[in-house]
């Protein structure tokens, strides 16, 4: 079994960027700029995506999304 050491395309910005208009904030090891391919890197990926999501909420010049409402499935 050969493993993937080569984690040199992870973290690109594009992959940080959220996109949907905002609504949709990526999160995963490939997207940590720090230990990508690790747990730690999704982690800290994740971590970096929820204050982005704050931020975004919290602007004035962002739309305000209601996060109670969760659309049905049809």
């Not at 960027?17 to 690790?38: F, I, K």
């Not at 994740?46 to 909420?57: D, I, Q, Y």
């Amino acid at each position: 079994m050969q493993r993937l050491t080569d984690h040199s395309l992870s973290g690109h910005p594009l992959h940080r960027r959220p996109t949907l208009d905002g609504r949709l904030h990526w999160a995963s090891t490939e997207t940590a700029t720090e230990y990508a391919g690790h747990v730690e890197g999704a982690h800290a990926a994740g971590e970096r995506a929820a204050r982005s999501v704050l931020t975004a909420l919290a602007s004035a010049d962002s739309p305000r999304a209601d996060l109670t409402h969760v659309p049905d499935a049809d």
